[in-house]
């Protein structure tokens, strides 16, 4: 199957830290920008971090933005996202999703992005 491997969630207490991992299956990373995206119970999914194909672009949420960061190894077909002080409302399922580009961050621009995973729970809670 072409699709996503996401890992590395769990529960952590606020101030905690995590690093996702986002391993690509049957297909390759190069050329592709991807997105971390995230959806909460009863909430869309909305992306929060892109990164470029080369890598040497990213871009974040700005509610992520100085807590999270994207990094990829193309030689590993991976993706990564280095969380720090988590707060509850970082709690939610984290994916990831492929694109040729990264688009505009958010909900509206989920669709543009596929090859989604089984995603892993963060959940942020003391």
């Known amino acids: 199957q072409l699709q996503f491997v996401e890992s590395g969630g769990g529960l952590v207490q606020p101030g905690g830290s995590l690093r996702l991992s986002c391993a690509a299956s049957?297909?390759?990373?190069?050329?592709?920008?991807v997105g971390w995206f995230r959806q909460a119970p009863g909430k869309e999914r909305e992306g929060i971090s892109c990164?470029?194909?080369?890598?040497?672009?990213?871009n974040y949420v700005d509610s992520v933005k100085g807590r999270f960061t994207i990094s990829r190894d193309n030689g590993k077909n991976t993706v990564y996202l280095q969380m720090v002080g988590l707060k509850p409302e970082d709690t939610a399922v984290y994916y990831c999703?492929?694109?040729?580009?990264?688009?505009?961050?958010?909900?509206?621009?989920?669709?543009?992005?596929?090859?989604w995973g089984q995603g892993t729970q963060v959940t942020v809670s003391s």
């Open positions: 999703g492929a694109a040729q580009v990264c688009h505009s961050l958010g909900a509206a621009t989920t669709p543009l992005y596929g090859k």
């Open positions: 049957g297909f390759t990373l190069d050329f592709r920008a």
């Open positions: 990164i470029s194909s080369n890598g040497k672009s990213t």
